[in-house]
């Protein structure tokens, strides 16, 4: 235990807006893996998780700020887009309050924007843009011998010199497929295990798809998988923890690879897990068979994602999903007979989605809904780093009315939750694009019968 009245090394924050009650906390796996370099290298460090707080009161200003109180003198913050504005207010709060504290910045929702974040926001003195762990002990050490924030030297970050001066380097990305080189699993002695319901386990990263809507190919520009000896490893670990007992495989392409699935459903088969232990994944329309889905159900799979996208042929040709309509219905329609809860995924709001083909969308979902299936059914979110927003990202339009619950889930329960940060959303659209919505033919129509549709239809949004 560290001495008590002495600071850490750093804070660490895991800045996740527990946003629903569809779902409980998840074990944050980036900061899991941050923690576990930290130890490596002696660093103390003092973890702190967002999600964990009371949810009545995530979106107060005030309580975002009093979060950090008493934290170390270095603070990294770890963030997914649809937290980036509360982020950005809260770090400026912070540097009036304790200008002398350094801030580090990093996570997804930073990545392809963190130029524009730098350029604009003198709160944060370094922005990380690599997903590599051992990243953040280097600037530790840096920051806590030298005090300068210049760390150019560093592949993979953006910092500010004692100029104001701003320079980086280009994060390392592997260029072919292959394995991870990590050889042990996280720390996670270093959690209340208890507080959290869902465990995602990490088995690749990347994929071997490249949907023009998703931001996973510019992010890992291949598709590099874990040693699954280590996988196995860390289900086995925590399945004896006082912890969660849902564990999620986190591989966009788990099905890809017949032989690595089977391995590791067989592991789980033959392993003498508790009875509440249920396994969750993504699944894939082209790539699972009846027999495969009678073996998943055997593994203890409980859940399958199926991301469907759209009810119209021609849609899932210009998005390359490499199968038909008919054929997705067939497959959900066939997997429910095994899994407990088949998930398909819809996404609406296409920049070249015609009205035909959006009512081509909501008679499938009408009819997997009729058939006891689960949905999902979000407005197209211009991620950064992704092929649409690269072709289409110009003219984006902000609404009021208007905006994906996937980039911006606090404002499914009420619009007034955006206030706080509305003038920095509207100041900054090439910081904040996922909250604007690309220009798409009778939007506002097909928004009004879809919150229709969301007054009789459940829509899952737990994934």
Not at 56 to 62: Q, V
Not at 322 to 336: D, H, K, L, N
């Amino acid at each position: 235990m560290w001495p008590l009245g002495k600071k850490c090394d750093l804070t660490l924050v895991n800045f996740m807006l527990n946003y629903t009650g569809s779902y409980g906390p998840w074990l944050p796996l980036n900061c899991l893996a941050l923690m576990t370099a930290l130890a490596k290298e002696n660093i103390s460090v003092d973890f702190r998780d967002y999600q964990l707080v009371e949810r009545r009161k995530f979106l107060d200003p005030g309580r975002m700020v009093s979060f950090f109180d008493d934290s170390a003198d270095i603070i990294a913050i770890s963030c997914y887009s649809h937290a980036l504005p509360f982020v950005i207010k809260t770090a400026e709060r912070i540097k009036q309050k304790v200008p002398q504290k350094k801030i580090i910045l990093g996570g997804l929702g930073v990545r392809f924007v963190a130029a524009d974040v730098m350029e604009n926001f003198d709160c944060f003195d370094v922005i990380v843009t690599d997903d590599r762990p051992e990243i953040l002990p280097e600037l530790v050490r840096q920051l806590k011998e030298t005090g300068s924030a210049d760390c150019r030297g560093i592949p993979g970050v953006l910092c500010r010199s004692e100029t104001g001066e701003i320079a980086g380097t280009a994060p390392c990305r592997p260029t072919s497929s292959g394995y991870m080189a990590d050889s042990m699993i996280p720390a996670f002695e270093m959690l209340p295990l208890h507080r959290y319901e869902t465990a995602p386990i990490l088995s690749a990263k990347g994929c071997v798809y490249k949907c023009p809507f998703c931001c996973i190919p510019s992010v890992h520009s291949a598709y590099i998988r874990r040693d699954l000896e280590v996988v196995k490893a860390e289900i086995q670990y925590l399945s004896h923890q006082n912890g969660p007992k849902t564990f999620y495989l986190i591989d966009e392409a788990f099905l890809h690879n017949r032989a690595r699935t089977y391995d590791l459903l067989d592991f789980i088969g033959q392993s003498n897990f508790s009875s509440e232990a249920a396994f969750k994944c993504y699944g894939r329309v082209n790539l699972i068979d009846e027999a495969l889905m009678k073996d998943l159900k055997k593994a203890r799979f409980t859940s399958l994602y199926f991301g469907v996208e759209s009810g119209s042929n021609r849609v899932l040709r210009k998005i390359q999903k490499g199968f038909s309509i008919e054929e997705a219905v067939e497959t959900v329609m066939t997997c429910r007979k095994y899994i407990d809860t088949v998930i398909a995924s819809f996404i609406y709001g296409f920049p070249f989605e015609t009205f035909d083909d959006f009512l081509e969308t909501m008679f499938y979902i009408w009819h997997l809904h009729m058939e006891n299936i689960r949905l999902q059914f979000h407005l197209l979110a211009p991620l950064p780093g992704t092929e649409l927003y690269e072709t289409y990202g110009e003219g984006l339009v902000l609404s009021s009315e208007i905006a994906s619950f996937m980039s911006a889930p606090y404002l499914e329960s009420a619009r007034e939750n955006l206030e706080p940060v509305a003038h920095l959303i509207s100041a900054y659209p090439r910081i904040f694009p996922s909250v604007y919505h690309f220009k798409s033919p009778r939007l506002e129509e097909k928004e009004k019968i879809v919150n229709y549709l969301r007054s009789v239809v459940f829509f899952d949004e737990s994934q």
